[in-house]
């Protein structure tokens, strides 16, 4: 359990404002996933992220972004399940 | 002259862009002169080997890659947002024009249009 | 592993605009597989629409509506359309086409329309709840 | 003063989420006040929804769908919402009602329902086609 | 520990305010502890003397003005945000409270959410 | 007639990414119209574009930027459409 961090969840392109907002928003110890079109921040080297950081495997391959993402923790539903589980507090931008 | 057909938004998570694709295609269907410009998180759409099974959803990338079948004049793509998403020649579609000047393709085309 | 948890589901992104239903229902099906209960399903704003009972994408073509449909019947899962944003939107049950004398109602069952209300019990009452937003 | 001209109006963003519907009606009444005419309206993407029988806004709210109703059979103006957005987002007339077998039809006279041709061919013939998208 | 809604999109262009303090007032109506944050273009739901006649809605700014009366417990705004707007203690609603970081509201509330 | 010049017509705030887009594709003979939120850009000096600039006053008034826009060129609907009328280019963000 890592009960004292936040998972945020983040589905919005680096260009939509709510983007940036997520990013300022992380504390070292929160969690980081991004979903649907959150995943594209991971194509050239745009994520700059200040905690532990996933992205969704389904997200990544719909949009051909592997090799953008081979250095990025990837996870299916049941594992962003999980982590929703483990987590009491979830932020979903 | 021509209709240029502008894309800013991803695929998948949005779906502006395959209603602005099917406008394309409506003009091109009509003999109307068709272009289609992608810029801002829109080049996304251009990059090779989309698999988008696990998100429900068909193939943008395939559905883009009719264009020059239907009769659509020109795929442009904005230079710089190329670069901040990472596109390059060996990971995007073939046949694609970039242009460093967006003003200028505005210019040169009468009818310029977001589908959304 | 966790213990078997309960999930409200809150979805305000539309089919056909937005990734959102589509999102919601994969981890609906995940959180499901996993053991743990989803005690109810909340369409908000622009999400209603997913509870349209005329919907007809292409037949080649997911047909989310129908999917979540499907899914919220066999699993038992009440799902609930917010009454305001579902009354503009004019996405209508049989009450609320009586009560305003409207040509025809177009609520997809087992959808049900109802208040805020709804939504505050769910986030209150479950362990987890997790709003699915269009881009 | 220009001479009267043509316009062609194509509304993308839906009622109750953007502002564009009521902003094209302003634009609209202006055009004619002035001595120009409107040759069609055409509903795209999610602005389709505007063509909606059912929407039933609280009654101390503007309802755009009824206030374009109006606006659309007082000046004999045709208006056509896409087919292709229209079917997926569950807008439906009676032709398609009859095709597709579905429970019940929900467009709003005089909207009818048809293809990009329309837009085609009224930005091919009008003087200016306006759009008035989303935010 | 209290909800935290929050509202990053202007009034009139956007209907998810709206719906953003709905939900605030209904946790409230429910005897729920709620706070709304405005931040980003939300700001601009603070602005004093707003007049929407002329757009057909109803104001924004009456509607919020509700908020002490339906008992929301605070109304929070990213003094940053309100800045980069241009809202000053003259054109902002009263009783407004001006914050600069945005982490620790976030962190002082059980449950953040957006209305869309 | 300015029949050399495109009309835009913007409606976003200055946050969306349309906005900066059409701020770049203006040209000095060009001329802009700032509609719905993209009044917004006129509160906090944000606003700077190398054009002929309106905006609309329904809108202004809407959000309460009679202040932010008293250096502006403010037009009702009716004058709206005389600038749609003028410019047979017309490009709405």
Chains 1, 6 share one sequence.
Request: net charge negative; with cysteine.
């Amino acid at each position: 359990m890592t009960s004292n961090s936040t998972l945020h969840i983040l589905n919005k392109a680096p260009e939509h404002p709510r983007y940036q907002a997520c990013i300022n928003a992380l504390a070292p110890s929160d969690t980081l996933v991004l979903i649907e079109n959150g995943v594209l921040s991971a194509a050239g080297n745009q994520l700059h992220a200040p905690c532990t950081l996933y992205a969704l495997k389904a997200d990544i391959d719909a949009r051909a972004l592997e090799a953008a993402c081979e250095n990025l923790n990837t996870i299916d539903y049941d594992e962003l399940v999980q982590l929703t589980a483990t987590h009491p507090k979830i932020i979903s931008w | 002259m021509s209709t240029l057909i502008v894309i800013d938004q991803a695929p998948y998570g949005f779906w502006t862009g395959r209603e602005a694709l099917d406008m394309a295609f409506s003009l091109a269907a009509f003999d109307q002169p068709a272009a289609m410009l992608f810029t801002g998180a829109g080049v996304n759409w251009l990059r090779k080997g989309q698999r988008p099974d696990g998100v429900g959803q068909k193939s943008a990338e395939k559905n883009l890659s009719a264009a020059p079948l239907f009769g659509i004049e020109a795929l442009i793509a904005d230079e710089h947002a190329c670069q901040q998403y990472g596109l390059t020649e060996s990971t995007m579609l073939p046949g694609v024009e970039l242009v460093s000047n967006i003003r200028d393709v505005l210019g040169d085309h009468k009818h310029v249009v977001f589908a959304g | 592993m966790p213990n078997s948890l309960t999930f409200t589901l809150v979805i305000t992104g539309a089919p056909w605009t937005s990734q959102a239903p589509q999102t919601a229902l994969m981890f609906a099906t995940a959180a499901l597989s996993a053991g743990h209960s989803i005690d109810r399903v909340f369409l908000y704003g622009d999400g209603v629409h997913l509870a349209s009972s005329l919907s007809t994408p292409p037949s080649d073509e997911a047909h989310w509506p129908q999917q979540w449909s499907v899914f919220l019947k066999k699993h038992d899962i009440p799902a609930t359309a917010c009454i305001a944003s579902a009354l503009r939107r004019g996405l209508i049950d049989k009450t609320e086409q009586a009560r305003y004398e409207l040509p025809a109602e177009n609520l997809l069952a087992p959808f049900e329309i109802a208040g805020l209300g709804e939504w505050v019990e769910g986030s209150q009452a479950a362990d987890r709840t997790i709003y699915f937003h269009g881009n």
